[in-house]
């Protein structure tokens, strides 16, 4: 018997990188899952490739009419929402602070930060009822380590470490957990943002050399930490940010 046997989870940004990992390692252990994400057909092949465990519906996390459908297509499906997985996520390009326009801003919060505040609206009164749930939101290093370059999303993603250390010390009583999970810089659709530049081994070599472990996260190490930190493996932990980085923010 797979580690989520039975349980229903909800994973946004899940049609490609860390969110579609997480989908199918969570599937692989029993789970069903709603995949969400802007990317309407990329969730529906991920949910069609997964078979009769998942379903899909395109979602805007900044939009809380969309992020309501998303819970209520999930609830629709599979009857309720076990674990909630806030993994959609967005970035600025790499420059100077002074370079990012309000407009640019405004998105990276909405979608990092104000996202995870309409999932919780809908979600977490459906926990509060069984008095039982598990929230894991996908922060960064960037919010630990911060580093020039990146600042407002290092901003934004400091946010989604530290709320949801405070979201565990509210839930906590309702027999809710909620976790981070920080991982190190991946080989995902945004490293050119990350880079600001083109995508060389030469750039990946640079970011390597600041990694002990010699190199980036991969989307299956996201997966396996998710994992633990959903199943009862974890059920005493709560409130803990777990870097993901190959030693980065020693």
Request: hydrophobic fraction near 45%; charge should be neutral.
């Amino acid at each position: 018997m797979g580690a989520l046997q039975g349980r229903v989870a909800l994973i946004t940004g899940a049609a490609a990188g860390f969110g579609e990992a997480i989908a199918r390692r969570f599937v692989a252990e029993g789970a069903k899952v709603l995949v969400a994400d802007l990317n309407g057909e990329g969730a529906q092949a991920v949910a069609e490739s997964l078979g009769c465990a998942a379903r899909a519906v395109r979602c805007d996390v900044s939009s809380r009419a969309d992020v309501d459908a998303a819970v209520a297509a999930c609830v629709d499906a599979f009857g309720g929402v076990d674990i909630l997985v806030n993994n959609a996520g967005t970035t600025h390009r790499n420059q100077s602070m002074l370079e990012v326009d309000e407009t640019t801003f405004d998105r990276v919060f909405a979608v990092n930060v104000k996202s995870i505040f309409h999932t919780t609206q809908a979600v977490v009164p459906l926990m509060k009822a069984r008095r039982s749930g598990c929230i894991v939101n996908i922060g960064s290093t960037a919010g630990i380590r911060p580093r020039p370059g990146l600042t407002w999303y290092n901003a934004s993603k400091g946010a989604v470490n530290l709320l949801s250390k405070s979201m565990a010390a509210e839930l906590g009583p309702d027999g809710i957990r909620v976790n981070a999970v920080c991982p190190v810089m991946s080989p995902t659709a945004l490293i050119e943002q990350f880079l600001g530049g083109p995508d060389t081994p030469e750039a990946r070599a640079k970011i390597e050399a600041g990694i002990p472990l010699g190199r980036m996260s991969t989307p299956q190490d996201v997966a396996e930490a998710t994992l633990y930190l959903a199943s009862d493996a974890a059920r005493f932990i709560t409130g803990v940010e777990l870097p993901v980085d190959g030693g980065r923010t020693i």
